[in-house]
């Protein structure tokens, strides 16, 4: 995080570039870089972000003129404050200079309930909530990707207020206590003379403003939480336990800070003909000790549909046959998995004195040709009994 590379050298321009220069060079390197482009490539991938997030500073011409005063700090919340979290685009959106250096010089100075996480100043934005849904699919749904309906209960902005808290037909009011700043400077006289410093007006809590009649629908929050029905694409091949994200659909922000994301976290419930492992599919299938010995062509279940397969001549039971590309497709990505197909010699049971005779004729006509295995334990019991 310390290292991060300086945004005009990411994109390769200069500090005078014109927003259509940049706008150029970031294409270029967004195309160069694109996960599409480059499958299964890291650095690509890194480089990629890395590309995105430079643009999206420099092509805000705000966001540009604090990152030319400040740098990295300027720009990012969590640059040199210790949160260590970032990464994520969309978290910079408006922070506030006078910020920076609070939290560079105000942290760590007891007394103040330090450590507190809480932002300063209580008009900087802050991000929506995540919320985390789980949706369980069957089998095929996840190995084919399908549509869900999925229910969140989210934080929207106030439609009645428009998000400002107060009631219909009045606006919040310029806090008289701050004059809208929402710090108050305290004089404060010690040994070593007086002392001026800036508090937060308590008044407004350091708003700036006051909501004098808060607005019913939301009592004075700006948002409220609606229950809301949201289609999904599930993406063909995810697994169990895996997670994808629909951006920005979670909790609207604070203070035009970007919404959260919803996080779905997928669960499959077990098959009864199909078995995964990753990507690839396992199917057990019985067979007859007739087809095992004399060969035959079997239907077998895939994820496509059914497939016919030829068992060959003498196979034994618990061979597992290889069904290349019917497998699962790679989340993301091209290509799928192979099928496995084990097939079982079913022994066959409730016998009528017709097929126990006819099987006992059969056996009269065996040799040792028929049962090599057979004939090389016997051949060994001997050797081991003499
Ligand atoms: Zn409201
Ligand atoms: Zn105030």
Redesign the pocket.
Same mark, same amino acid.
């Given at each position: 995080m310390a290292d991060k590379r300086d945004y005009y050298d990411v994109l390769g321009v200069s500090k005078d570039a014109s927003a259509d220069d940049l706008k150029k060079a970031y294409r270029k390197l967004a195309k160069q870089y694109h996960p599409d482009m480059n499958p299964g490539d890291k650095t690509a991938e890194a480089k990629f972000k890395e590309v995105n997030e430079a643009y999206e500073v420099l092509s805000d011409s705000t966001k540009r003129q604090r990152y030319d005063q400040f740098g990295h700090a300027g720009v990012d919340p969590s640059y040199g404050a210790g949160a260590g979290a970032g990464g994520f685009g969309g978290g910079f959106g408006g922070f506030d200079v006078g910020d920076i250096f609070e939290s560079f010089f105000g942290g760590g100075f007891g007394g103040f309930g330090g450590g507190s996480s809480r932002p300063r100043n209580p008009n900087a934005p802050i991000r929506g909530n995540d919320i985390n849904v789980t949706v369980g699919l069957s089998f095929m749904e996840a190995a084919k990707g399908c549509k869900q309906q999925i229910t969140v209960q989210r934080l929207e902005k106030c439609e009645t207020c428009g998000g400002s808290g107060a009631k219909k037909g009045t606006s919040p009011e310029t $806090?008289p206590? $701050?004059g809208?700043?929402?710090q108050?400077k305290v004089q404060q006289r010690t040994p070593i003379g007086v002392i001026q410093t800036t508090r937060t $007006?308590t +008044?407004?809590s350091? +708003?700036?403003k006051?909501v004098k009649e808060p607005c019913g629908d939301c009592r004075g929050m700006g948002r409220v939480r609606h229950t809301r029905t949201l289609e999904v694409s599930v993406p063909a091949g995810i697994d169990d336990g895996q997670t994808f994200v629909l951006r920005g659909q979670g909790d609207e922000g604070l203070n035009g800070g970007p919404s959260g994301d919803v996080n779905i976290m997928v669960t499959l419930r077990p098959d009864t003909l199909f078995e995964r492992d990753g990507f690839d599919v396992w199917c057990d299938i019985p067979i007859t000790f007739t087809q095992a010995v004399l060969g035959d062509e079997i239907v077998v279940p895939t994820i496509d549909g059914k497939v016919k397969y030829n068992v060959p001549e003498g196979t034994q039971s618990g061979t597992v046959f290889r069904l290349r590309n019917k497998g699962i497709p790679y989340v993301n990505g091209r290509g799928r998995g192979d099928q496995y197909v084990k097939v079982n010699i079913e022994v066959p049971r409730n016998l009528n004195a017709k097929q126990k005779d006819a099987l006992k004729k059969f056996e009269d006509l065996s040799s040792d040709r028929n049962y090599e295995k057979r004939k090389s334990f016997f051949d060994k019991l001997k050797d081991a009994m003499k």
């Open positions: $806090c206590e $701050c809208g700043t929402g108050v $007006c +008044k407004c350091g +708003k700036g006051i």
